[in-house]
Each structure stands twice: as C-alpha cells, then as structure tokens.
C-alpha cells in the first residue's frame, strides 16, 4: 500500500543551520512527490514538487527511487521558515488524490 | 480571488446526527477533493468530484458522501457521525485532473460529542 512516512514529528534548528527534514514513501510505480507548508494561522500551501526541479525559499528535494526518500533540505534556516511541513505522494496522472504524511514541526530559533 | 473558501469554520454535533459541509473553489477551478485531518495527523483523502461525479475515493464508509454543482461548488456529508469523526476538514480545488496544483481552503473544524 502507499505510505508516506516523516520519521520527525518536531524538528529544532537556530537560525543560519542547515536543515533536512525526512521523507520515505513506498509505493510501486512512479509518484509524484510533493512538500506542503503550513505558516502558522494560514493554509495548507504547496511548497514544492519534484517534477518542477526548483528551489522555493531556498528549499530544495530531490527524489531519490532507490532510497524512496525525498528529503526536503535548506542550507541556511530562517525564523520565518517556522511551519509544520507535510511530504505527499500522488499516484502521478489523471488524480488529485495526495497521500500525506502525518508531518514535521520546524522551529528555527534567533 | 478569495482562493478556496469553506464553511462554516466551526461546527458542534451529537453523536448520530448528520452535517453538511461546503466548499466553493478558487476562480476557474473545476476540481474539487476533499481530505479529513485529525489531530496530529496528515490530511486523509476522502474523495474527488470532477464534472459533478465522484472520480475517486479513499478509505471512508459510505457515510461520507458528497456532491457538486454545475458552479463546480461541492459538499461533504456525513451521516451517523461518531466521536472519531471529529476532525479538521479540508476542501482542494485544482484544474483538471492531476495536471495542476491543488489550492487548499481554511477548513472546516468539526467536534463531535
């Protein structure tokens, strides 16, 4: 079955770190991985995909099949980057259907 | 644009009773899901509606079922509610079928007693 797994529930950082927040995921054909954010009183909001390749606030992920990780990664943290950040797996094309991890907490300290 | 818009944003109901919860999509979104988040987890997908039809659907009984309208608006209902159906309910709408991205709404926090 598809599962996506997020190891840490909280993870603390002082500001200028480096920051990975884990993600490994099973499922037997080839997903589509994305990272959700959610600020502080605000909604859920896509972060990044990994067919887009990009660097959104200077986070980045990189899909690695043979590990079935996608680890989202900074090198320096900032106090804004402070959220609750979830991993998602879709089935790829034709769904909408997202499965979530149960998420990772980011407290970057001053 | 509003972006995807929810309500109401709070709802109490006793075990048994049945609710009803809205979503209206974000301009020019004709796709619309629908997750359940409780507490301390991710979001659980409970079904898809494009073009007024159920497309897909997650691991929920039958007591969660939905619609939508012509306006690509859509509804969650829930029949014979229980205590674990307390949640945080959330509304994504999106263009197409798994082309584009999925814009969340606020959600819907339901307490069941």
């Known amino acids: 079955a598809q599962r996506v797994t997020q190891p840490e529930k909280l993870l603390s950082v002082f500001k200028g770190a480096p920051v990975e927040l884990k993600c490994n995921y099973s499922?037997?054909?080839?997903?589509?991985l994305f990272w959700y954010v959610q600020y502080s009183r605000q909604r859920l909001q896509l972060l990044l995909r990994h067919i887009s390749r990009e660097s959104i606030k200077g986070f980045t992920a990189d899909l690695n099949k043979g590990e079935t990780s996608f680890h989202l990664k900074k090198p320096f943290a900032q106090e804004e980057d402070s959220a609750m950040y979830y991993c998602a797996l879709s089935e790829g094309y034709n769904t909408d259907k997202l499965i979530f991890g149960t998420g990772t907490r980011l407290q970057v300290f001053p | 644009d509003a972006g995807v818009t929810q309500s109401p944003t709070h709802l109490i109901k006793t075990r048994g009773q049945q609710v009803t919860l809205r979503c209206s999509p974000k301009?020019?979104?004709?796709?619309v899901s629908w997750y359940q988040q409780a507490l301390g987890q991710g979001p659980q997908f409970i079904f898809q509606?494009?073009?007024?039809?159920?497309?897909q659907r997650g691991n929920f009984p039958d007591r969660f079922s939905g619609h939508q309208f012509p306006n690509y608006s859509s509804e969650l209902n829930v029949n014979a509610l229980l205590l674990g159906d307390s949640a945080l309910y959330l509304c994504?709408?999106?263009?197409?079928?798994?082309?584009?991205?999925?814009?969340f709404g606020p959600g819907t926090r339901l307490t069941v007693t």
């Open positions: 994504a709408s999106s263009l197409g079928l798994g082309r584009y991205e999925q814009y």
């Open positions: 509606y494009y073009e007024e039809e159920e497309r």
């Open positions: 499922y037997s054909g080839s997903p589509e």
């Open positions: 301009s020019g979104h004709d796709t």
